[in-house]
């Protein structure tokens, strides 16, 4: 097998299967974050108090992680692949240790925040030392292997957090990533040789620093706007100001910057632009329907937590397939053709979602999921190795970020528009029923839990009820027009391999 990758890896030394092994690891220790730890949370908050910041384990870590993936993929541009990628392995281990120590909220909060800096860099970087070890043809194959992770951490992360809370205790859904993680940095730093571009070392903190508080801002606002920071308070009006003077200094710092931040001459790509501009949509539909399908199976169809399990569980064997077979079809087909038949998938599970109704069964349900999951690995496979293709060594890495920036973008935009639709229909609803001194957005909780369920009254019931319903009726029609426009923005790609 030959190799025409670049001149800043030692060729002849790499053991690519080994680096592969290592990296598939790494990205595992990030993939599973979410689910392992949405299993022990119950737990968690049983332990350590402070439900009001529920919430917060998750945005804390969803805030740094959007905030320094730019700043990352541009560092490994500058310093290497090896360096950056360590330095993220460290402080993931890092934060996963301090977190099984937590004795608080507050405590764990912070600790995920330096957990979500080390996955920062994790998943950009692994994704592009890919890029700078394979070919292009290789690479199409190699991505549905990477894809194939966030399948296995979907499936396996629910058994194994509910296995640790059980049988052991909760520090030890954090404290696995120990072991696993040492693994995969003596896997890199043995077997993974490069020789970085030392030529230009000029590095532009203004424009980090300026990245990273206008992406922190803004995450804030995307996550807690309208739930714990009031859209017409101070605070908001402060997050808003920074975010918009940070992007703006961004802009012109980049601008005249010797070596930016985000080379914005990428964007001029259209394979790189249509590519960002349509993760940013399908991040959006990936997050409604993770987030919100559990609670139409378990609210509305009043089925246990399992069965909505079960119903996510399609999405994540449906998307590593397709990633699988999107290696060939690359090859054959083409980028832009493999993308579009991805849109297509998307906007066939957009249907079986804008027609699910109570009536129709999980089964319907768990079908939807499954090619909103095939469009996924699709369209996602076909980006990364487009990108991968058009850049060179040197921007390979900002390049790969940016499209991981703005998926993660994409599911802070639409779990806010999404939860924000949601919650002022049941509101609206609760109050045309002149219900509101008795229930809020709040009791639909009530619903999710077969045993509370029955201490409502019938009119209670019915009204949340048909209130969850139609409210998620109307998430499910906005998945709709998301596919959709996913679909359109995959026909300005550039036919065969054009820039």
């Avoid at 949370?41 to 905030?67: E, Q, R």
């Avoid at 990245?211 to 996550?223: E, G």
Wanted: charged share 10%; glycine share 10%.
């Amino acid at each position: 097998m030959t190799m025409t990758t670049t001149s800043h890896v030692h060729k002849k030394k790499l053991k690519r299967p080994l680096i592969l092994a290592s990296i598939m690891l790494a990205m595992f220790l990030a993939a599973i974050e979410a689910t392992i730890v949405s299993t022990a949370m119950p737990s968690i908050v049983a332990d350590l108090g402070g439900f009001s910041l529920y919430s917060w384990v998750f945005s804390a870590y969803l805030l740094t992680n959007a905030a320094t993936v730019l700043i990352f993929g541009k560092l490994s541009d500058i310093f290497g692949r090896k360096p950056i990628f360590l330095l993220g392995i460290s402080l993931f281990l890092i934060g996963s240790t301090l977190c099984g120590f937590a004795g608080s909220m507050k405590m764990l909060i912070v600790f995920r925040l330096v957990q979500g800096l080390g996955a920062g860099a994790l998943m950009p970087i692994a994704t592009t030392i890919v890029g700078d070890i394979y070919t292009k043809e290789e690479r199409a194959n190699i991505q549905g292997y990477l894809s194939s992770v966030w399948g296995i951490s979907a499936v396996t992360g629910p058994a194994l957090g509910g296995f640790f809370v059980e049988t052991i205790s909760w520090p030890f859904v954090f404290w696995m990533n120990i072991p696993l993680g040492i693994l995969a940095m003596v896997g890199i730093l043995v077997f993974f040789h490069e020789e970085p571009d030392k030529s230009n070392r000029t590095i532009d903190y203004a424009g980090a620093v300026y990245m990273f508080l206008a992406v922190s801002a803004l995450m804030l606002i995307l996550v807690e706007g309208g739930v714990r920071i009031s859209w017409d308070s101070p605070l908001m009006f402060l997050l808003l100001s920074v975010t918009t003077v940070g992007f703006t200094l961004f802009f012109f710092q980049e601008k005249r910057a010797k070596s930016p931040m985000m080379p914005f001459h990428i964007w001029k790509y259209r394979s790189i632009s249509v590519a960002n501009l349509t993760s940013l949509t399908t991040g959006m539909i990936l997050i409604g329907v993770s987030s919100y399908l559990p609670a139409f199976v378990q609210g509305v169809m009043e089925r246990s937590a399992t069965v909505a399990g079960f119903t996510l569980t399609t999405m994540s064997i449906g998307w590593p397939i397709s990633s699988a077979l999107a290696g060939r079809l690359l090859l054959r087909i083409g980028f832009r053709t493999t993308s579009m038949i991805g849109g297509i998938s998307l906007i066939i599970g957009g249907i079986f979602f804008f027609l699910l109704s109570p009536d129709k069964g999980p089964v319907w349900a768990a079908a939807g999921s499954f090619f909103i999951g095939v469009g996924m690995g699709l369209s996602t496979t076909s980006f990364i190795v487009s990108i991968q293709s058009t850049v060179d060594w040197k921007t390979r890495g900002i390049a790969t970020a940016s499209n991981m920036f703005m998926r993660s973008l994409g599911s802070a935009v639409g779990a806010a528009l999404l939860g924000g639709l949601l919650n002022s229909h049941i509101q609206s609803t609760i109050e045309k029923a002149g219900l509101q001194d008795k229930l809020s957005v709040d009791s639909a909780n009530v619903l999710l839990d077969p045993e509370r369920r029955g201490s409502l009254s019938q009119e209670a019931l019915d009204v949340l009820r048909d209130s969850l319903t139609t409210g998620l009726h109307y998430v499910y029609i906005g998945i709709l027009v998301l596919a959709v426009l996913s679909f359109l923005l995959i026909t300005l790609l550039p036919k065969g391999d054009a820039k």
